[in-house]
């Protein structure tokens, strides 16, 4: 899947990340999460171009450092494909598991993003954090190769939104409903222009709750799947970006690896070419 992605033009694989998930949430969550940066790492050594996210990294679990040293590495590595996707965290169980307070999660989020840009941009960084004390007079390299690495903030609170608009390069909506994206939006940009002026902002969605099926399927794909010709679909996504949003999280129906690739395919032949960027 993720050669295929970089074959056929996708702009990013993501992985999320979770330590460990408590009893009673496994039921629901599972238990498989695969460790974010050892994932995308792996991936790396697998591609060429297509880019690498975590979505989210809970910046509460680790140091700032730690997930500055991770990313660099990172992004060394794989040429400058790295796209570091941050978050608060939603699961307060797994919180209470590893010692860490939830009520305190989104100060620490946005104390660790200001942190990790420091330690990003400068191999020597001086930067004095409310969690960590004073930080200085310690090297960090690899450096990394992009000039700045994009930080993209995660969620659809307005603390979410305010974070994304203040600290963020781009933004990651968690479950917002394709109805609702143009007032968080809105509401983001404004909180942009009063925190950065007009500095520019990647904005990115995902479909969910709706899957796509290129072509005509001959099983039932269910009621919230967008199928039919590559056009057809195009003109359902560019919804999307006549938003602003210029880039989109998929879900492709299928039953088996086979179909999900054949998928990826399809999308890239039919429907990648009548997609339009947000002016």
């Known amino acids: 899947m993720i050669r295929t992605a970089d074959e056929t033009g996708f702009f990013y694989v993501a992985v999320c990340d979770h330590l460990a998930v408590p009893k009673p949430m496994d039921a629901h969550m599972e238990a498989t999460w695969y460790d974010t940066v050892a994932t995308l790492g792996w991936a790396a050594g697998l591609t060429q171009h297509v880019r690498l996210l975590s979505h989210v990294y809970v910046m509460s679990y680790r140091h700032p450092l730690h997930t500055a040293k991770s990313f660099m590495t990172l992004d060394e590595l794989s040429g400058g494909r790295?796209?570091?996707?941050?978050?608060?965290?939603?699961l307060e169980s797994e919180f209470e598991l590893l010692g860490i307070d939830f009520a305190t999660r989104g100060a620490v989020t946005d104390a660790a993003i200001d942190v990790?840009?420091?330690?990003?941009?400068e191999e020597y960084p001086d930067v004095e954090s409310r969690y960590w004390g004073h930080l200085h007079d310690a090297a960090m390299a690899p450096r990394p190769r992009q000039a700045p690495l994009p930080i993209w903030v995660g969620g659809s609170?307005?603390?979410a939104l305010r974070r994304a608009a203040a600290r963020g390069d781009g933004w990651l909506?968690?479950?917002?409903?394709?109805?609702?994206?143009?007032?968080?939006?809105?509401?983001?940009l404004e909180h942009r222009r009063?925190?950065?002026g007009d500095d520019p902002i990647d904005l990115g969605t995902t479909i969910a709750p709706d899957f796509v099926y290129v072509g005509s399927p001959d099983w039932d794909v269910g009621e919230?799947?967008?199928?039919?010709p590559g056009e057809r679909i195009a003109e359902s996504l560019n919804e999307f970006g006549a938003m602003g949003v210029s880039h989109?999280?998929?879900?492709?129906?299928?039953?088996?690896?086979?179909?999900?690739?054949d998928q990826m395919a399809a999308f890239h032949r039919d429907v990648a070419p009548h997609l339009h960027r947000p002016s």
Not at 116 to 121: D, E, F, G, H, K
Not at 181 to 188: D, V
Not at 248 to 261: K, V
Request: proline share 7%.
């Open 82 to 90: 790295a796209i570091l996707g941050v978050g608060a965290g939603h």
């Open 116 to 121: 990790i840009r420091v330690a990003l941009a």
């Open 157 to 159: 609170s307005k603390p």
């Open 173 to 188: 909506p968690q479950g917002t409903p394709r109805e609702d994206m143009p007032g968080q939006i809105a509401y983001l």
């Open 194 to 196: 009063r925190t950065r």
């Open 224 to 228: 919230r799947t967008i199928s039919g």
């Open 248 to 261: 989109l999280q998929l879900r492709f129906r299928s039953r088996s690896l086979d179909e999900l690739l």
